[in-house]
């Protein structure tokens, strides 16, 4: 059963949130954000760019399809984005008791606790979403009523691509065409989408030098915190970008092929999260509705003149995308492996191909 005591949501503006735990019981801190998506906790949680924040569920009850078994082949779940769950807490209006769908095995309490991730339900997440939206994210913290007190924590304080990013070389054989996928902290469904495709994908770690590596294309991954502590990236890439065997990125990847390009990144006052943000491509009126996760966005007014705004967000007008004028490079800061979330975008996995 879960735990279901007495705990408090404080944000570092001093305000306070009462609430009941489930999950692990345990406190937590981190950075507060929240995620609009109706469904999609098992992919939101397990999404590596989430490492080191408090998960905010805007949709008012959660848990009510269970969690999935986590079938692994070649270490790629069927389900999950990742190994294991990234978040530091995650906060729900109604937590739902009952679960019930076809591949679910056990509750989301459960698999919070195994995990050992605490939760906290009874939170009034429309008012907390009013307050991040005016006041921006925030570091926040979840604590006990009979325990002492814990510090905040910044994520943006450490390099968490370092912690999420594969160790070594990990390579999926199939097809004739090589790509080199620079590891930030993938998503599963970045690499089922791409192993669909027939390739031959060698996955690095974000630092590691590729430029030994004989391939056909590069593909750079999304990945938590600042794009700042990727310098190593950013190096390779340029060094990259001086041939012209085409470059795909997705998120940070769209980040930091922006900043090898000579561009500056921002933090977002609340960032995009969610499963339904408009985008329109650059130049026309065509729109596509995408999966987001991200708090940094491109300055495209920093590109110089071989570079061009690819997307641009229909909310607030900030970039989602950028390409290069003459050569095969491109990237969005949206998701289109979406996962959890719209497949509208997925036709550039097969874009990306064409031109290998
Ligand atoms: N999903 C991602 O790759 C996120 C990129 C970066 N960490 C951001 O928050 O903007």
Redesign the pocket.
């Known amino acids: 059963m879960y735990t279901d005591k007495a705990v408090r949501l404080v944000l570092e503006n001093g305000m306070v949130f009462q609430g009941r735990s489930f999950g692990a019981e345990k406190m937590t801190s981190g950075e507060v954000v929240f995620n609009t998506a109706m469904v999609g906790y098992p992919e939101n949680l397990t999404d590596p760019?989430y490492e080191g924040q408090i998960l905010t569920l805007t949709y008012p009850i959660i848990g009510n399809y269970g969690v999935p078994a986590n079938n692994q082949v070649d270490g790629i779940s069927d389900f999950f984005e990742s190994e294991r769950i990234h978040v530091n807490g995650l906060i729900v209006q109604e937590y739902s008791r009952e679960y019930s769908h076809w591949n679910a095995v056990k509750s989301l309490d459960e698999w919070l606790r195994e995990e050992n991730v605490p939760g906290i339900y009874g939170i009034d997440t429309r008012m907390l979403t009013k307050v991040l939206r005016e006041k921006g994210s925030m570091l926040g913290k979840i604590v006990y009523d009979d325990a002492d007190d814990i510090p905040y924590y910044d994520p943006e304080s450490e390099n968490l691509v370092d912690k999420v990013s594969c160790k070594q070389i990990i390579e999926y054989k199939q097809g004739e065409k090589k790509v080199v996928l620079v590891d930030c902290g993938v998503k599963h469904n970045i690499i089922r989408q791409l192993l669909s495709k027939n390739l031959h994908l060698i996955r690095v770690p974000w630092d590691y030098d590729f430029s030994g590596i004989d391939y056909d294309g590069l593909f750079i991954t999304?990945?938590?915190?600042s794009?700042d502590y990727c310098g190593a990236t950013v190096e390779h890439l340029r060094k990259a970008m001086a041939g012209d065997k085409p470059i795909f990125g997705i998120?940070?990847g769209n980040?930091l092929l922006a900043k090898a390009a000579g561009a500056k990144v921002y933090k977002l006052k609340y960032?995009h999260r969610g499963a339904n943000q408009p985008v329109r491509k650059a130049g026309t009126n065509t729109c596509y509705v995408t999966s987001q996760?991200?708090?940094?966005a491109v300055d495209d007014k920093t590109l110089d003149g071989d570079w061009l705004p690819y997307f641009v967000n229909m909310n607030d007008a900030t970039n989602e995308g950028i390409r290069h004028l003459s050569k095969p490079f491109f990237s969005v800061q949206f998701h289109p492996e979406a996962a959890a979330g719209p497949t509208d975008t997925e036709f550039f996995f097969d874009d990306f191909v064409k031109l290998l």
């Open positions: 760019s999304n990945g938590p915190g794009p998120c940070m980040q960032g996760n991200h708090g940094y």
